[in-house]
């Protein structure tokens, strides 16, 4: 690879380390980083295993990947960056210092296993950043369309809420609590043997929020290229990087799917529906 990237690098799954890709990128060229890196606990992923470490560790090794992104973004940018409880803390330290704090997303994976002394995980979070205050985020794009219970009306027509033969429903603002995000299960297309995987649902929203058709999109820890597929589904542009042999045969082969089957799981119509909501 050239000091930057090569137009056959755009669309493509990367197979190599994120430290020894991210300083050969084109500066100043991504309008959005979605970052889901190992959490802080001993992890393996595919080939590759990650090991738990101190808070100031893992602050320094978040630090040691962000140093080489920061050059990448377009003033505009916006980042998102994921995190557990754990890690949720160093995330929010390492990001602030050199973007700008815009949020936490909270968002409930409902999946998981329970625990006899402590609660149960069932969440995680996502941290909002931008490079400046002068971002993208498209409201209308990421609105949510929830079932009215008690609908009201005015002279005698349906105020702020949609009636329909399915139901009556409201497009609500999005907040930073996610509870309409369904992990991918095994009856999903989604679904592969990915231990953190995340959902297409998710990325969307992300995506649509801070991006616009054409736009590219940098993820570093692609994983089994969830980022990847949803930018190809909502026609945006990425560069996403994985070490795993595996995982990128994996990204790849879906990223084929995505053409025959262009669809997001509670995704359709341009809406955003409630979790079971048979969308």
Same mark, same amino acid.
């Given at each position: 690879?050239?000091?930057?990237?090569?137009?056959?690098? =755009?669309?493509?799954?990367?197979?190599?380390?994120?430290? @020894?890709?991210?300083?050969? $990128?084109?500066?100043?060229?991504?309008?959005?980083?979605?970052?889901?890196?190992?959490?802080? $606990?001993?992890?393996?992923?595919?080939?590759?295993?990650?090991?738990?470490?101190?808070? /100031?560790?893992?602050?320094?090794?978040?630090?040691?990947?962000? !140093?080489?992104?920061?050059? =990448? $973004? @377009?003033?505009?940018?916006?980042?998102?960056?994921?995190?557990?409880? !754990?890690?949720?803390?160093?995330?929010?330290?390492?990001?602030?210092?050199?973007?700008?704090?815009?949020? !936490?997303?909270?968002?409930?994976? %409902?999946? &998981?296993?329970?625990?006899?002394?402590?609660? @149960?995980?069932? /969440?995680?979070?996502?941290?909002?950043?931008? +490079?400046?205050?002068?971002?993208?985020?498209?409201?209308? %794009?990421?609105?949510?369309?929830?079932?009215?219970? /008690?609908?009201?009306?005015?002279?005698?027509?349906?105020?702020?809420?949609?009636?329909? +033969?399915?139901?009556?429903?409201?497009?609500?603002?999005?907040?930073?609590?996610?509870?309409?995000?369904? +992990?991918?299960?095994?009856?999903?297309?989604?679904?592969?043997?990915?231990?953190?995987?995340?959902?297409?649902?998710?990325? /969307? @929203?992300?995506?649509?929020?801070?991006?616009?058709?054409?736009?590219?999109?940098?993820?570093?820890?692609?994983?089994?290229?969830?980022?990847?597929?949803?930018?190809?589904?909502?026609?945006?542009?990425? +560069?996403?990087?994985?070490?795993?042999?595996?995982?990128?045969? =994996?990204?790849?082969?879906?990223? %084929?799917?995505?053409?025959?089957?262009?669809?997001?799981?509670?995704?359709?119509? &341009?809406?955003?529906?409630?979790?079971?909501? &048979?969308?």
């Amino acid at each position: 690879m050239s000091s930057t990237y090569r137009s056959n690098c =755009l669309d493509q799954i990367i197979q190599s380390d994120a430290f @020894k890709v991210l300083g050969k $990128l084109a500066a100043r060229s991504f309008d959005l980083l979605f970052a889901d890196p190992p959490y802080n $606990l001993s992890k393996t992923f595919g080939a590759d295993r990650f090991s738990e470490r101190s808070s /100031a560790d893992y602050e320094e090794w978040l630090e040691s990947w962000l !140093r080489l992104a920061v050059p =990448l $973004l @377009k003033p505009t940018a916006s980042v998102y960056i994921c995190g557990d409880w !754990r890690s949720t803390s160093a995330i929010e330290r390492a990001g602030s210092r050199h973007f700008k704090l815009q949020n !936490r997303i909270t968002w409930e994976r %409902e999946k &998981g296993r329970g625990a006899r002394k402590n609660w @149960k995980n069932a /969440a995680e979070d996502i941290w909002f950043f931008t +490079v400046s205050d002068e971002y993208t985020f498209n409201l209308d %794009e990421v609105k949510q369309r929830r079932r009215v219970i /008690a609908p009201y009306r005015e002279n005698g027509k349906p105020k702020d809420w949609i009636e329909s +033969v399915d139901g009556n429903f409201r497009d609500t603002h999005p907040s930073n609590i996610w509870t309409d995000i369904s +992990v991918p299960f095994w009856s999903m297309p989604e679904n592969t043997d990915h231990p953190t995987q995340k959902p297409e649902k998710l990325l /969307a @929203k992300i995506i649509l929020a801070s991006t616009n058709p054409g736009d590219l999109i940098l993820d570093p820890f692609a994983g089994v290229g969830t980022t990847a597929v949803v930018a190809k589904k909502l026609g945006r542009r990425f +560069v996403a990087i994985e070490s795993d042999e595996e995982y990128c045969l =994996l990204a790849s082969k879906r990223l %084929e799917l995505a053409d025959v089957h262009p669809s997001i799981q509670g995704f359709s119509d &341009g809406v955003f529906w409630e979790r079971n909501s &048979g969308k």
